[in-house]
């Protein structure tokens, strides 16, 4: 079965990210921390260079995220009883999240951290 137009493919990349929204607990952390980055870093005046990276950030994870499912789904539908290697490739591909998790973090705290207790700090004063 293949697209037939620009529209159903974007349909079913949609259909897509909906489905790991709704079933991954994950992406739906994933999505509340980027949606919150994004509205901090618009808060504290991040510039523009500052919010593209921010931006690849989320992108990445987001992306692992979605990579990961797929990962799983496939995994399911080709076995589905234990198998060492099944495990190996779901850990892998989980491990793959979790690095740009991290990382995602690490890069917000570098591009944020100074901005974020320097307002914090000013906030404070006035109480
Ligand atoms: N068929 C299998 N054989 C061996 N181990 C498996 C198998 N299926 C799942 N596992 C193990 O269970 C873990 C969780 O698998 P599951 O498919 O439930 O993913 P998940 O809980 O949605 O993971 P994530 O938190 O990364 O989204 C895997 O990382 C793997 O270690």
């Known amino acids: 079965?293949?697209?037939?137009?620009?529209?159903?493919?974007?349909?079913?990349?949609?259909?897509?990210?909906?489905?790991?929204?709704?079933?991954?607990?994950?992406?739906?952390?994933?999505?509340?921390?980027?949606?919150?980055?994004?509205?901090?870093?618009?808060?504290?005046?991040a510039s523009r260079i500052e919010l593209t990276v921010?931006?690849?950030?989320?992108?990445m994870v987001i992306c692992f995220e979605l990579i990961n499912t797929a990962m799983e789904v496939m995994v399911d539908i080709i076995v589905d009883v234990y198998h060492p290697k099944a495990k190996i490739i779901k850990d892998v591909s989980a491990g793959a999240v979790l690095v740009s998790a991290f990382f995602s973090v690490a890069?917000?705290?570098?591009?944020?951290?100074?901005?974020?207790i320097n307002r914090l700090i000013i906030l404070l004063k006035y109480f």
């Open 1 to 45: 079965m293949k697209n037939r137009n620009l529209y159903e493919s974007f349909k079913t990349a949609s259909q897509g990210i909906w489905y790991t929204l709704v079933k991954e607990r994950n992406m739906k952390i994933h999505f509340a921390a980027a949606a919150g980055v994004i509205l901090l870093s618009l808060w504290l005046g």
């Open 54 to 59: 921010l931006c690849l950030t989320i992108a």
């Open 107 to 116: 890069i917000g705290w570098i591009i944020l951290g100074d901005k974020l």
